[in-house]
T-cell receptor, first 112, second 113 residues
Framework: DAGITQSPRYKITETGRQVTLMCHQT?????MFWYRQDLGHGLRLIYY???????DKGEVPDGYVVSRSKTENFPLTLESATRSQTSVYFC???????????FGPGTRLLVL | QKEVEQDPGPLSVPEGAIVSLNCTYS??????FMWYRQYSRKGPELLMY????GNKEDGRFTAQVDKSSKYISLFIRDSQPSDSATYLC?????????????FGQGTRLTINP
């Protein structure tokens, strides 16, 4: 039972480059989420998705793009990375009717 | 001002102590309250879930919600070194739908043997 996985686990990139973080879940959960975690801010919601082809903005969406062509995948793209996007990114999923969000192991991103 | 405030600590206590972790919030629409535990370099995992005001107990953990004061607490009895982690409170105004959560900053807790 793989659950929810994220790749890569660590990424170093340069300002201005495009970066895509991958998220895959094996449970067929309807809802998927992307958060970033920064010191002093806790977890903040970037984007979420209620189902394939349905996405919506969270608290801090600027500079990010998401897509969800398949239920199990929810990639997050930084179109032109900035230093302020250095963070730990967590993907989560939730089954409809369940209060629990299940988090992936995170991707540590450093933008130089 | 943040919607959810949580003392980031760090908090260090001896094994066996009672630990109290707290969050305050400003949005009176919040009805669903959660505590997540996050071990170092791992994703958060749900520890406790409560609806509206009241207490909920699960083993050594007790969650309290006081909506009139906009204050929630997590108590850990007989704390163990394995409880050392960051504890995040989270809140939501709605159960259905996307359940958009608003998190506190997290409190880093260390239990010393």
């Amino acid at each position: 039972d793989a659950g929810i996985t994220q790749s890569p686990r660590y990424k170093i990139t340069e300002t201005g480059r495009q970066v895509t973080l991958m998220c895959h879940q094996t449970w067929s959960h309807s809802y998927m989420f992307w958060y970033r975690q920064d010191l002093g801010h806790g977890l903040r919601l970037i984007y979420y998705s209620a189902a394939a082809d349905i996405t919506d903005k969270g608290e801090v969406p600027d500079g990010y793009v998401v897509s969800r062509s398949k239920t199990e995948n929810f990639p997050l793209t930084l179109e032109s990375a900035t230093r302020s996007q250095t963070s730990v990114y967590f993907c989560a999923s939730r089954r409809q009717g369940d209060e629990t969000q299940y988090f992936g192991p995170g991707t540590r991103l450093l933008v130089l | 001002q943040k919607e959810v405030e949580q003392d980031p600590g760090p908090l260090s206590v001896p094994e066996g102590a009672i630990v109290s972790l707290n969050c305050t919030y400003s949005n009176s629409a919040f009805q669903y309250f959660m505590w997540y535990r996050q071990y170092s370099r791992k994703g958060p995992e749900l520890l406790m879930y409560t609806y509206s005001s009241g207490n909920k107990e699960d083993g050594r953990f007790t969650a309290q919600v006081d909506k009139s004061s906009k204050y929630i607490s997590l108590f850990i009895r007989d704390s163990q070194p394995s409880d050392s982690a960051t504890y995040l409170c989270a809140m939501s105004a709605a159960k259905g739908g996307a359940q958009k959560l608003v998190f506190g900053q997290g409190t880093r807790l260390t239990i010393n043997p």
